[in-house]
């Protein structure tokens, strides 16, 4: 059974663009959830989307947005990027909402460098 | 809002002993999950153990068991007969019941001794 994909792995973009980045979940998981990871602020939650509607968000600006689509897939954007936003992004997926306290499985991430 | 935290940012271990991780959080939720992570190297996050709030009986999963104190607010994490493998940092998390957002403390990186 394939695990958690997050694509792409490594990227570079420069100050003011936008990135889109995807995660596939493990079949037939359909709870897919975002955090950032940096060495200053330490790994938070972004939002997590289950049945393509989004559950909750973490205390992002609104340049954070994400969305999922009817196979679970989901994306994350992020506009207008800032220095700050160089981060190693995670993606993980669950059955159910991650209200039930179910074990999730996260992904390798997707390191963003901001230049 | 609750928090967590992890008083220890380092800690080291002999191979084959015990070693305690610390973790603290503050809630007025009564219905919530708690969590210990293990990321390696690789940065893929791994569940080492989850306790339910409402249970009162400590969580094991072979050499790693909790000491969970609700009154405290307390949720340590015991490893026992550690190995090399073990090596990583810890995170400790709180899931909410309520919201199902999960907050997660700061840290802690275990190095193991050969």
């Known amino acids: 059974k394939a695990g958690v994909t997050q694509t792409p792995r490594y990227l570079i973009k420069t100050r003011g663009q936008q990135v889109t980045l995807s995660c596939s979940p493990i079949s037939g998981h359909r709870s897919v959830s975002w955090y950032q990871q940096t060495p200053g602020q330490g790994l938070q939650f972004l939002f997590e989307?289950?049945?393509?509607?989004?559950?909750n968000k973490g205390n992002f600006p609104g340049r954070f947005s994400g969305r999922q689509f009817s196979n679970s897939r989901s994306e994350m954007n992020v506009s207008t990027l800032e220095l700050g936003d160089s981060a190693l992004y995670l993606c993980?997926?669950?059955?159910?909402?991650?209200?039930?306290?179910?074990?999730?499985?996260f992904g390798e991430g997707s390191w963003l460098t901001v230049v | 809002a609750q928090t967590v935290t992890q008083s220890q940012p380092e800690m080291s271990v002999q191979e084959a002993e015990t070693v305690t991780l610390s973790c603290t959080y503050d809630?007025?939720?009564?219905?919530?999950?708690l969590f210990w992570y293990k990321q390696p190297p690789s940065r893929q996050m791994i569940l080492v153990i989850r306790?339910?709030?409402?249970?009162?009986q400590n969580a094991t999963e072979n050499r790693f068991s909790v000491n969970f104190q609700k009154a405290a607010k307390s949720f340590s994490l015991k490893i026992s007969d550690s190995q090399l493998g073990d090596a990583a940092m810890y995170f400790c998390a709180y899931g909410s019941s309520n919201t199902g957002k999960l907050i997660f403390g700061q840290g802690t990186t275990l190095q193991v001794k050969p």
């Open positions: 306790q339910e709030a409402y249970k009162q």
């Open positions: 993980a997926s669950s059955l159910v909402p991650l209200s039930s306290g179910n074990t999730i499985y």
């Open positions: 809630t007025s939720e009564s219905d919530y999950y």
């Open positions: 989307y289950f049945s393509e509607t989004q559950r």
